[in-house]
């Protein structure tokens, strides 16, 4: 089965998120922070995408620092990475990690 991680601080909007990720047929991994998403990606074998708020509480790119140790750890992972609050530096900072 394919298999999502989700991190989205935003309760209403990972739970909307999750929702539609399961009902498309995907196990969802759904968290708040960076620190469960690390704990969830320690204890899977294969995660096949990760869907990444940017700005995580007070953090502002805490999702984009995620982006990097992710792929090490799931080489080909798909990766993408969302904001309510864009700007093109952090854009840029994301498409390169």
Do not use: H, W
Request: charged fraction near 25%; charge should be negative.
């Amino acid at each position: 089965m394919r298999q999502i991680l989700l991190v989205e601080d935003e309760v209403d909007s990972r739970e909307a998120l999750a929702r539609a990720l399961t009902r498309a047929g995907y196990t969802c991994f759904a968290v708040g922070s960076a620190d469960e998403a690390r704990a969830v990606a320690a204890g899977e074998t294969d995660l096949d995408a990760a869907v990444l708020d940017v700005k995580l509480g007070a953090d502002d790119l805490a999702g984009v620092l995620l982006v990097k140790p992710l792929r090490e750890a799931f080489p080909g992972l798909a990766v993408v990475v969302i904001t309510a609050f864009a700007n093109l530096d952090t854009v840029k900072r994301a498409l390169n990690d």
